[in-house]
């Protein structure tokens, strides 16, 4: 990778933007990892996630209005997760290992998460989270994926065997 590129990228790790949220266009997002996904050269790999990076942390530079969001169509990330998993494809040695990091990326954005709580369970008991959900959500929410982690809606759904609750 070229200094110049290497320079700038460690002036976007240091900036505050790194340790908020990052709101994005889902459908623009998902079409540039197609297109990242489908590119053959590496140093034209480097130069995508390098523009596509620059342009989240810079919203001036959005002509593709991934940062232009739509409340039914955005997705909302930690944006120093966010950050690191784009460093990762950056610092790919190879196509393959690009479509690695790619796929992760998406995996670990838009796939179900299922959380279980038997780590819950062991520190206070099964009787604690059937008394009080509000308790149990809060855990939820504070144990979920880093990539998850925002201020979206979420739907917790429990399922909890009450004659023997370390199996559910």
């Not at 690009?98 to 796939?111: A, C, N």
Request: aromatic share 8%; charged share 30%; net charge neutral.
């Amino acid at each position: 990778m070229n200094k110049d590129i290497q320079s700038t990228l460690g002036n976007l790790e240091e900036s505050p933007f790194t340790r908020s949220l990052v709101i994005l266009n889902k459908e623009k997002f998902i079409e540039i990892l197609s297109e990242i996904v489908n590119m053959n050269d590496i140093s034209s790999i480097r130069n995508r996630v390098f523009i596509l990076k620059d342009t989240i942390t810079n919203h001036k530079k959005d002509i593709k209005s991934i940062l232009n969001i739509d409340a039914e169509n955005s997705i909302s990330l930690r944006g120093d997760v966010f950050i690191s998993g784009l460093n990762q494809i950056l610092e790919s040695q190879t196509v393959e290992e690009v479509k690695y990091y790619v796929e992760r990326l998406e995996k670990g954005i838009f796939d179900l998460k299922i959380t279980y709580p038997k780590e819950y369970i062991k520190k206070y008991g099964a009787n604690r989270m059937l008394k009080n959900n509000k308790d149990l959500a809060v855990w939820m929410y504070e144990n979920q994926c880093v990539y998850r982690f925002g201020d979206n809606n979420r739907l917790f759904v429990v399922l909890l065997d009450k004659d023997n609750p370390e199996r559910s």
